[in-house]
């Protein structure tokens, strides 16, 4: 796990390529869905982006409901209206 820690909540993120592997998707892709609010995310100074283990979770189980490991882009547009944009 990531060594950040959110000093007022004690909350621990997770860095792309350790959320991503957690889904069981490649970075890249996460940071699609990322880019798409399509998983809760934070962004530090430099660019990257940081991930909690409840927002992991949580996307994990909105895949788990379209039934496949990659949603199709029809799926990707549904859950964006749903959760975002």
């Given amino acids: 796990m990531v060594g950040l820690r959110s000093t007022s909540l004690?909350?621990?993120?997770?860095?792309?390529p350790e959320a991503a592997r957690l889904i069981g998707i490649h970075p890249n892709t996460l940071r699609?869905?990322?880019n798409q609010?399509?998983?809760?995310?934070?962004r530090l100074p430099g660019g990257h982006r940081r991930f909690t283990r409840e927002a992991v979770d949580e996307f994990i189980g909105r895949l788990h409901d379209c039934t496949i490991s990659e949603p199709t882009p029809a799926q990707i547009a549904a859950l964006s209206r749903e959760y975002g944009e």
């Fill in 10 to 16: 004690s909350i621990d993120y997770l860095s792309t």
């Fill in 32 to 34: 699609g869905y990322a």
């Fill in 37 to 42: 609010n399509l998983i809760e995310h934070i």
